[in-house]
Nanobody, 126 residues
Framework: QVELVESGGGLVQAGGSLRLSCAAS?????????MGWFRQAPGKEREFVAA????????EYADSVKGRFTISGDNAENTVYLQMQSLKPEDTAVYFC??????????????????WGQGTQVTVSS
């Protein structure tokens, strides 16, 4: 079992920045895994935002956030961050952290997550 705890959400004006954090704990016995961020806006399905695979440090981004969001992490602390800049009202959503037991690359990092956090609200005002 892996537990994920997100933090860092809040209210920000358009053009502003926020940094989300997600700490993983529990039965993590290997560095061969990946962590990612997803978001879900009211009335919409959950969508992929970004992911990082610890075996090699490869990252993957949704086109909608590429160039504005940066995913990074501390492998030793099993923590992943999402630095969000130039935020837009359409970025408003609940952001969820996900954990994959198996590493991935490219489009393969956009699904098949095994554990999820509770989510943190990000609201961008216009």
């Amino acid at each position: 079992q892996v537990e994920l705890v997100e933090s860092g959400g809040g209210l920000v004006q358009a053009g502003g920045s926020l940094r989300l954090s997600c700490a993983a704990s529990g039965r993590i016995f290997t560095n061969y895994y990946a962590m990612g961020w997803f978001r879900q806006a009211p009335g919409k399905e959950r969508e992929f935002v970004a992911a990082i695979s610890w075996s090699g440090g490869a990252t993957e981004y949704a086109d909608s956030v590429k160039g504005r969001f940066t995913i990074s992490g501390d492998n030793a602390e099993n923590t992943v961050y999402l630095q969000m800049q130039s935020l837009k009202p359409e970025d408003t959503a609940v952001y969820f952290c996900g954990f994959r037991l198996v590493s991935c690359s490219g489009y393969g990092c956009r699904g098949d997550y095994d554990y999820w956090g509770q989510g943190t609200q990000v609201t961008v005002s216009s």
